[in-house]
């Protein structure tokens, strides 16, 4: 059993920024890749970032390219996403999510990840 927790969360200004947090307990943390995903109301839940099981690779969706950056502290068991220049379009759900299999590379797809935590509502206002 895996549980992960979402923090840092809250209301920002667009152009502001915030760091989330999710921490994770259950099994060997660094063996796995982390994901972030978000699901804004009425729209599906979406890809934002991932980081491979060691922490050398990194991927981003378009929208969030050059402005997050998804890190991982594996002594803490914790991953972070550090989310800059905050738009309006940013308000969802983030969605903290950890690998199926072990030693994998950084994914998209949300088929791949076999945990989830409950999420941390961000909320971007103009």
């Known amino acids: 059993q895996v549980q992960l927790v979402e923090s840092g969360g809250g209301l920002v200004q667009a152009g502001g920024s915030l760091r989330l947090s999710c921490a994770a307990s259950?099994?060997?943390?660094?063996?796995?890749?982390m994901g972030w995903f978000r699901q804004a109301p009425g729209k599906e839940r979406e890809f934002v970032a991932a980081?491979?099981?060691?922490?050398?690779?990194?991927i981003y969706a378009d929208a969030v390219q050059d402005r997050f950056t998804i890190s991982r502290d594996n002594a803490r068991n914790t991953v972070y996403l550090q989310m800059n220049s905050l738009k309006r379009e940013d308000t969802a759900i983030y969605y903290c999510a950890a690998h199926g299999v072990a030693y994998s590379g950084a994914a998209r797809e949300r088929n791949e990840y076999g945990y989830w935590g409950q999420g941390t509502q961000v909320t971007v206002s103009s």
């Open positions: 980081i491979s099981w060691r922490g050398v690779t990194t």
């Open positions: 259950g099994r060997t943390f660094s063996y796995y890749a």
